[in-house]
């Protein structure tokens, strides 16, 4: 049965990290996963958090009203808006009062904000809607011998009190995900350890440190490479890794790739529809498909 949801695309993966995007829209559809675009959508408000919780909240429970207008459940790729909408789902129905509040907001565009809908991220839906077996059946090119590590990053873990994707403290999804794949999952240390990318913004050096040490210890551990499931952890593991590296006066050479990259090659997709130019990092030291 084909699940259908609202794409909820956030800032950062239409502005900036494309391949997230591309890789997919590429995989998805054959897993029968259904993507609407849905005119509307706006920041999850999350970056102004520490500025103003009410436009937070607000900017979340808009979104969400706008799927429920459509009566579609949301897929949010990015964990940063995962956790903004998940929280904002939270906040209202447990304070009714806010709830009015913010319908009352909502009522100037004809939106009003009533029934909790379903939140999914990318790794709770390929791991608990698709699930392993449909991925197993779709895997045409299994990633055999590829040692890998899996970044969860923090906003898809916790506040576990809420409701999140994995586990806070024992994640597993990504790693049940890659051995569907083929691929083998290296258990490390620092698995749980920040990106750094909330720090960014006003402490660039302590963010590029946690960068360059999470990247220096897959590295010195002789594992091949990182996979990712939030555009800012991508940012500062990819995009950001050569001036991580520098911060932590290493020459950091570590492929990093999205999750849906590495799916999208084990089904068979070309490295260039999955967006694998677009990565910054060697990923063609892992000589998968047509990557080069």
């Known amino acids: 049965m084909k699940k259908k949801y609202a794409l909820f695309p956030g800032c950062l993966m239409p502005t900036e990290q494309y391949a997230y995007e591309l890789s997919i829209r590429e995989t998805l559809p054959l897993l029968d996963v259904e993507l609407v675009d849905v005119e509307g959508f706006s920041c999850c408000g999350e970056p102004m958090k520490s500025v103003n919780q009410l436009l937070t909240v607000y900017l979340s429970a808009r979104n969400l009203a706008i799927a429920e207008k459509h009566q579609l459940d949301v897929f949010s790729p990015c964990a940063m808006c995962h956790l903004a909408l998940t929280e904002c789902q939270h906040i209202l129905e447990e304070n009714p009062a806010m709830k009015e509040r913010i319908n009352g907001m909502l009522a100037a565009e004809g939106l009003n904000y009533t029934v909790k809908r379903q939140v999914v991220h990318t790794v709770d839906l390929l791991y608990d809607q698709v699930g392993i077996e449909k991925i197993k059946e779709h895997v045409k090119k299994p990633l055999n011998g590829l040692k890998i590590a899996?970044?969860?990053?923090?906003?898809?873990?916790?506040?576990?009190?809420?409701?999140?994707?994995?586990?806070?403290?024992?994640?597993?999804?990504?790693?049940?995900?890659?051995?569907?794949?083929?691929?083998?999952?290296?258990?490390?240390?620092?698995?749980?350890?920040?990106?750094?990318?909330?720090?960014?913004?006003?402490?660039?050096?302590?963010?590029?440190?946690?960068?360059?040490?999470?990247?220096?210890?897959?590295?010195?551990?002789?594992?091949q490479g990182m996979v990712d499931v939030c555009p800012w952890c991508h940012k500062m593991f990819d995009s950001r890794q050569t001036k991580a590296g520098e911060t932590v006066a290493a020459k950091l050479d570590v492929p990093v790739l999205y999750l849906t990259q590495l799916l999208g090659l084990a089904m068979g997709i070309s490295g260039e529809k999955l967006g694998l130019e677009l990565n910054l990092s060697p990923v063609e030291k892992l000589q998968l498909g047509d990557v080069k």
Do not use: F
């Open 150 to 223: 899996a970044h969860y990053g923090c906003h898809i873990l916790r506040p576990s009190e809420i409701g999140r994707p994995d586990d806070s403290e024992n994640p597993q999804k990504i790693e049940a995900i890659l051995k569907a794949l083929g691929a083998e999952p290296v258990d490390y240390p620092q698995k749980l350890d920040c990106c750094g990318a909330p720090l960014l913004a006003n402490l660039p050096e302590s963010a590029l440190t946690k960068t360059g040490q999470k990247l220096q210890a897959i590295q010195e551990q002789g594992i």
